[in-house]
């Protein structure tokens, strides 16, 4: 019986009325974007009454290129309950179109989904223009969704001069209101976003604004709720649907602060064998519900690293730095001193084959701007200083020789820039190649961006320190949530802070805090 992953119908085939649907797969991790293969052919499943609306989670789409991107949704007519679908192949129809009305149609088709990926549709679409919006719609039976927009990249071979994009992390859904995001989807002329993990938080109910719906999430079930939780707020529905997102994971996807496969010590589920079963959850649910290209995973194990080309401006490089990690070699509490173990070559914070992915990719790279899009600090983050002082040993201070050997790939490329989320708070910084000599180069810049909604009182208090002891740190702030839009041409990069006044009131201004700029081939400086 052919899968229910993803079937589409050509337009052609669609007007013809066909009776039969190609079976789509794609290709997933370590740089592919993937391309739709027919594998096999079958009858239209009939469409089941559907009493309300199926649509209840919205829309996204992501992981765009040069002629498409993949187009997101999930039937859940009673979301918070497992959905609320029949046990039952649904075929679900999507068109794109080349105006924001959706008068000129340039494709459409059907996918057929199913219960086994909780009735979520992942349509690979393809044979677009490049360096444009697009916009599109699903329907089911009489449900049909909004109209909403998306974007291709430029050409491979093209030299796009300017590039305009946010980037985001850690969505608490207790701590705060996603104002930060209603602010990304009234932008409207952001080319992406990529969003540097956290998605959802895994545990605790009662937070400052909300609630979420039981203490802990370890179950596919589970998992699969949590992010229906998430996707019920408006303002996060707007942004999916008002630009296309590039994704990666950090923690709270799985369990706080685990390593590749050990989890935190003070777990929920500590036997090695239920924690692997744990991660196969949350890495199936987070696939189930991110617009990504990637063939869904089917165990524990799922690479989820990849590049995208912004023609020759930028090289993207999206990390992993949960997954292939060295369980935390000196502490297994957050702030801590370094001890021997760290310094070990065998000690990894990205694994062997991202490493050499990584590499080949800084070595061969064309693009004026080289970007590592990943969750936690890469700068040295001290406090105190001398052998006395201690470091975020769940940062990449925690694994100062893989750093290091990042640190050299770096050196060879044109304009390297470090994204980052995790902590709660924003931050500035000069990446030196040796962070232990005030005379080293600058190799590149850091900028941390804040959480959307988490709370970051815990940094706070500690920032005076920070700054003191990091004298390439320039800026850092953790009072305010919000996100960052950056403003990338050949010869600058433009990083504006938008910061809510007050993320646990609803409709809280949200303004640009600082703006930094970056000229090509010079260190950072506030504009």
């Not at 290091?404 to 994204?419: F, T």
Request: include cysteine; proline fraction near 8%; glycine fraction near 8%.
């Amino acid at each position: 019986m052919p899968s229910p992953f993803d079937r589409s119908l050509s337009r052609r085939a669609f007007l013809g009325a066909s009776a039969a649907v190609a079976l789509v797969a794609c290709s997933g991790g370590k740089g592919s974007t993937g391309a739709p293969t027919v594998t096999s052919t079958g009858p239209l499943p009939p469409v089941p009454a559907l009493p309300s609306d199926p649509f209840t989670l919205g829309v996204a789409s992501g992981c765009p290129g040069p002629d498409g991107f993949v187009l997101w949704t999930r039937l859940a007519p009673e979301p918070m309950q497992g959905g609320g679908m029949p046990e039952v192949r649904v075929p679900v129809r999507w068109m794109v179109g080349a105006d924001d009305a959706m008068r000129d149609v340039v494709q459409e088709g059907v996918f057929v989904t199913g219960p086994d990926v909780a009735h979520t549709v992942h349509a690979i679409i393809g044979g677009l223009d490049p360096d444009r919006p697009y916009w599109y719609r699903f329907s089911v039976g009489d449900w049909e969704t909004p109209i909403a927009r998306t974007r291709t990249f430029p050409a491979e071979n093209s030299s796009p001069q300017q590039m305009r994009f946010g980037f985001a992390s850690c969505q608490n859904f207790r701590d705060g209101y996603y104002t930060a995001w209603g602010d990304v989807a009234a932008d409207g002329d952001l080319d992406f976003v990529a969003f540097l993990g956290d998605y959802i938080y895994e545990s605790g109910v009662q937070g400052a604004v909300r609630a979420h719906d039981i203490p802990e999430v370890i179950t596919l079930p589970e998992y699969r709720n949590r992010y229906a939780l998430y996707r019920s707020d408006p303002l996060l529905r707007s942004a999916h649907a008002s630009v296309p997102w590039i994704v990666t994971w950090d923690d709270h996807e799985v369990d706080n602060n685990y390593q590749g496969n050990a989890p935190e010590s003070t777990s929920a589920v500590t036997d090695p064998q239920a924690f692997l079963a744990r991660r196969a959850a949350a890495y199936k649910a987070w696939w189930e519900h991110m617009p990504t290209r990637l063939a869904p995973p089917t165990g524990p194990d799922f690479a989820i690293y990849r590049g995208y080309e912004y023609g020759d401006l930028a090289r993207i490089n999206m990390l992993d730095t949960r997954q292939y990690r060295t369980d935390q070699p000196c502490s297994d509490t957050d702030i801590g001193a370094l001890c021997d173990a760290a310094q070990e070559p065998a000690t990894t914070l990205i694994g062997a084959d991202q490493e050499r992915w990584l590499a080949e990719r800084f070595s061969t790279t064309p693009a004026k701007w080289n970007i590592l899009a990943q969750q936690i600090v890469f700068s040295r983050l001290a406090f105190g200083t001398g052998p006395g002082a201690a470091y975020n040993l769940d940062q990449w201070d925690g694994y100062p020789v893989s750093r290091d050997r990042v640190l050299a790939m770096m050196a060879g490329a044109s304009n390297p820039v470090v994204i980052t989320g995790d902590i709660h708070a924003s931050g500035v910084s000069d990446i030196k190649r040796d962070f232990d000599d005030p005379a080293s180069p600058v190799v590149g810049t850091e900028f941390v961006g804040t959480s959307i909604s988490s709370n970051g009182a815990a940094l706070g208090a500690v920032i005076p320190t920070a700054l003191e002891s990091n004298p390439h740190l320039k800026w850092a702030d953790a009072s305010k949530r919000g996100w960052v839009r950056c403003e990338v041409t050949p010869d600058a990069w433009r990083a504006d802070y938008r910061l809510v006044e007050d993320a646990t009131k609803e409709g809280a201004p949200v303004t640009t805090a600082k703006s930094w700029v970056v000229e090509s081939g010079r260190p950072v400086r506030e504009a």
